[in-house]
T-cell receptor, first 110, second 116 residues
Framework: KQEVTQIPAALSVPEGENLVLNCSFT??????LQWFRQDPGKGLTSLLL?????REQTSGRLNASLDKSSGRSTLYIAASQPGDSATYLC?????????FGRGTSLIVHP | DVKVTQSSRYLVKRTGEKVFLECVQD?????MFWYRQDPGLGLRLIYF???????EKGDIPEGYSVSREKKERFSLILESASTNQTSMYLC???????????????FGPGTRLTVL
């Protein structure tokens, strides 16, 4: 059974820092790896999706990488801003049902 | 712009009431999902559906049922609401094998249900 772990569980950084969020998964037979953002009391917003044949995806200040062989994905956030404060979840996509990590709660303070 | 909508953002019900949560997607996705999210427990899958009138139990189906009569609509039913069903309920949809902007899983805004 697929297990997804996100480390750290919580992170607090000053504005302007570049930071890396980690996601590891136990079964490398995934279809894709998706990163989400969740604001308090809201649904999940898709940030980036990496297909299993890809190595990385970029959107603005966000860059996500995927290394299937090691079972790892990272989300890189450049020049963090207070508006980036949220919980970030990753999901390893299977044939029908993705497996979610518990998320990393990020606070970017001014 | 892809969209998943849920019928209510906030809902307050009494113990024993029958509760309907509705979810609609406009992306022509085959798969639809219902999750609940609780602090410290993460996202837990209640039910999913991979086609009209098809449903599969997830990790925590007890106390819930679902209905999918049309491709775009997936309903979650609490037959007799209990206080331990107080939670955030999230609907999602996806379609396997796609490329482009409709690939991956898309979520609705969530329904915060309180059962008194």
């Amino acid at each position: 059974k697929q297990e997804v772990t996100q480390i750290p569980a919580a992170l607090s950084v000053p504005e302007g820092e570049n930071l890396v969020l980690n996601c590891s998964f136990t079964d490398s037979a995934i279809y894709n790896l998706q990163w989400f953002r969740q604001d308090p009391g809201k649904g999940l917003t898709s940030l980036l999706l990496i297909q299993s044949s890809q190595r990385e995806q970029t959107s603005g200040r966000l860059n996500a990488s995927l290394d299937k062989s090691s079972g790892r994905s990272t989300l890189y956030i450049a020049a963090s801003q207070p508006g980036d404060s949220a919980t970030y979840l990753c999901a390893a996509g299977g044939s029908y049902i993705p497996t979610f990590g518990r998320g990393t709660s990020l606070i970017v303070h001014p | 712009d892809v969209k998943v909508t849920q019928s209510s953002r906030y809902l307050v019900k009494r113990t024993g009431e029958k509760v309907f949560l509705e979810c609609v997607q406009d992306m022509d996705h085959e798969n639809m999902f219902w999750y609940r999210q609780d602090p410290g427990l993460g996202l837990r899958l209640i039910y999913f559906s991979y086609d009209v009138k098809m449903k599969e139990k997830g990790d925590i189906p007890e106390g819930y049922s679902v209905s999918r009569e049309k491709k775009e609509r997936f309903s979650l039913i609490l037959e007799s609401a209990s206080t331990n069903q107080t939670s955030m309920y999230l609907c999602a949809s996806s379609s396997p094998g796609l490329a482009g902007p409709r690939v991956g899983q898309f979520f609705g805004p969530g329904t915060r249900l309180t059962v008194l």
